[in-house]
């Protein structure tokens, strides 16, 4: 089956700079990329997502690269904000009919040093 | 707004007895999953089903374990004698089929068995 890894899965950085989360994934089947943000006793909420037919995609502060040869994706946040404290979580999956399930990463807790 | 609600959000059991959660997904969603998340992990994929029929369950989904959606809606979670290991966050998701997979989730039920 599908295997995800995230790194890091702590990272603090200050207001204002940016970060980097990256994902790899094994199963080159794979072609549907969302990234989830989870804040402390509440469910996952999508971010931002991508499929494999592309291989960036922006909205405002938040921006999904994918290299499909690798096998990676990376989440990319700029201008962070204190509010952009929270687990982040990358997942893969296969898109098509009848088979949908989300393989998650382990999460990356970002905390933003004000 | 008509997310994923779930219901209860929090439940206390004593091991042994059985627990049943409700997810309501969002409006016309077809697509309605179950995921498991425990402290520090992400989210596991439990089971899956698209209108009333379940179409896919995890290895994780053990014996004790039944989830239904009888007139593909609303769907139930139920977890019979329960154990400590079962502990955890229980969470629902929806999709719609036409939409290109874009996976919502609720703010999940977590579980103490104690």
């Known amino acids: 089956g599908e295997n995800v890894e995230q790194h890091p899965s702590t990272l603090s950085v200050q207001e204002g700079d940016s970060a980097v989360i990256k994902c790899t994934y094994s199963?080159?089947?794979?072609?549907?990329f969302p990234w989830y943000k989870q804040e402390l006793g509440k469910g996952p909420q999508l971010i931002i997502d991508?499929?494999?037919?592309?291989g960036e995609k922006k909205d405002q502060r938040i921006a999904v690269t994918l290299n499909k040869t690798a096998k990676h994706f990376s989440l990319h946040i700029t201008e962070t904000q204190p509010e952009d404290s929270a687990v982040y979580f990358c997942?893969?999956?296969?898109?098509?009919?009848?088979?949908?399930?989300?393989?998650f990463g382990t999460g990356t807790r970002l905390t933003i040093i004000p | 707004d008509t997310g994923v609600s779930q219901d209860p959000r929090h439940k206390i059991t004593k091991r042994g007895q059985n627990v049943t959660f409700r997810c309501d997904p969002i409006s016309e969603h077809n697509r309605l999953y179950w995921y498991r998340q425990t402290l520090g992990q992400g989210p596991e994929f439990l089971t899956y089903?698209?209108?009333?029929?379940?179409?896919?369950k995890s290895r994780l989904l053990s014996d004790r374990f039944s989830a239904e959606r009888p007139k593909g809606s609303f769907s139930t979670l139920e977890i019979q004698r329960t154990e400590q290991g079962d502990s955890a966050m229980y969470l629902c998701?929806?999709?719609?089929?036409?939409?290109?997979?874009?996976?919502?989730f609720g703010e999940g039920s977590w579980l103490t068995v104690v």
């Open positions: 089903f698209q209108n009333e029929a379940q179409l896919e």
């Open positions: 998701a929806s999709s719609h089929s036409v939409s290109g997979n874009t996976i919502y």
């Open positions: 991508i499929r494999s037919n592309v």
């Open positions: 199963d080159s089947a794979s072609n549907y």
């Open positions: 997942a893969a999956s296969i898109a098509n009919f009848g088979n949908e399930k989300l393989t």
